[in-house]
């Protein structure tokens, strides 16, 4: 009785769920593009994985593997496998594209999305850039909004194994809106910053944002 005037539940699960609802999460292949606009200008297809990296292969295993999530947030993370593994996991399916020409489409990725990370660590207000930090010295930078993008995520899987680690795992940053030299390998940590502080490429002469609908290949594009 009189039950009918109660709030229905609220909690930090429901609200994640109706969000999930809303962009329909976990649908695969939901963020398609139509064939013909899918390939971006200058691109061509390729059906195997090449292995970009700046020729070392850090040998993080699981056991070792730690995430530290600092810099402009309310609350900082130190995650060990398990504990990352325990946060809500997500499917996603998108495509690659690197600033080489090579794309790969249909990359089916499961992990931590970064907005469940951003849930967890709360950027405090002054934060607009994030830093990713990875195990071989790479690092590379974002706008906030972009690490923020729904199709974004911490991966530690790569069509139903293990990600290789060639290809950074055990966890690695998948950003396909961008460039793939965005999407960190070996990730170590996660640093939020209110003033943009470009990384190994884009101190090198690559764009600063890298989106590939746009070319935006380097610094003078
Ligand atoms: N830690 C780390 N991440 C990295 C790189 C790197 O050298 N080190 N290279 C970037 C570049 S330029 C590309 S194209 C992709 C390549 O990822 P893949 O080897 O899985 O294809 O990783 C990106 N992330
Ligand atoms: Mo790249």
């Not at 963020?31 to 059906?47: A, D, I, K, M």
């Not at 900082?76 to 593994?85: C, I, K, R, S």
């Not at 850039?129 to 195990?135: A, E, N, T, Y």
């Not at 680690?165 to 940590?189: C, D």
Request: hydrophobic residues 35%.
């Amino acid at each position: 009785m009189a039950e009918q005037d109660e709030p229905p539940p609220d909690s930090k699960l429901t609200r994640s769920k109706q969000r999930w609802a809303q962009e329909g999460r976990f649908l695969i292949g939901r963020t398609s593009r139509p064939e013909q606009q899918r390939l971006p200008p200058g691109q061509h297809l390729t059906r195997d994985w090449p292995t970009l990296d700046l020729g070392l292969t850090p040998n993080i295993s699981r056991e070792r593997w730690r995430l530290d999530v600092y810099g402009a947030v309310e609350k900082p993370l130190f995650w060990n496998f398990a504990e990352f593994a325990a946060q809500p996991q997500g499917n996603f399916i998108s495509d690659i594209h690197c600033v080489t020409t090579w794309s790969r489409y249909d990359n089916r990725w499961e992990g931590l999305s970064t907005r469940e990370l951003l849930d967890a660590c709360r950027p405090r207000a002054e934060a607009r850039f994030v830093v990713l930090h990875c195990h071989d010295g790479y690092t590379t930078n974002l706008a906030l909004e972009d690490f923020a993008a729904e199709d974004a995520l911490l991966a530690h899987g790569w069509s139903g194994a293990p990600l290789e680690q060639e290809h950074g795992g055990p966890v690695r940053l998948v950003v396909p809106h961008l460039y793939f030299w965005k999407s960190a390998k070996w990730l170590q940590s996660v640093e939020f910053l209110a003033e943009d502080k470009p990384g190994y490429w884009e101190v090198r002469g690559y764009h600063n944002k890298g989106d590939p609908w746009k070319e935006e290949r380097y610094s003078g594009d």
